[in-house]
């Protein structure tokens, strides 16, 4: 006994010849084939969708750049801040137009 065989073929791409409707040639596809039929932008959203849904890629790539620009900013902040909390002549902070006067 022999299984099923498995449908190997992921897409195929089709030229239409000059004349011809794309929503018949898709629907002559979809009849002799069984397997269904796109456009280039149907295709396009289709996979766009597919990877917003059922994957996390999205997800991990904003959260990766939301925790750079945070860490970014922490390490930032503090190198200015231990660049401008020292007193000698070459501070960056220690031009006249940088220096803060206690109250």
Known sequence: ????????LSYVLVRLQPGASAATVQALIMQSTGLRAYTGADFSNSSRAYFIQNTGVIMNVGLSAVM???IGGGIAGMTFYTSCSTTS???PCSAPWARVTPP
Request: charged residues 20%.
């Open 1 to 8: 006994m022999l299984p099923n065989e498995r449908k190997l």
């Open 68 to 70: 750079a620009f945070l």
């Open 89 to 91: 002549a070459t501070s």
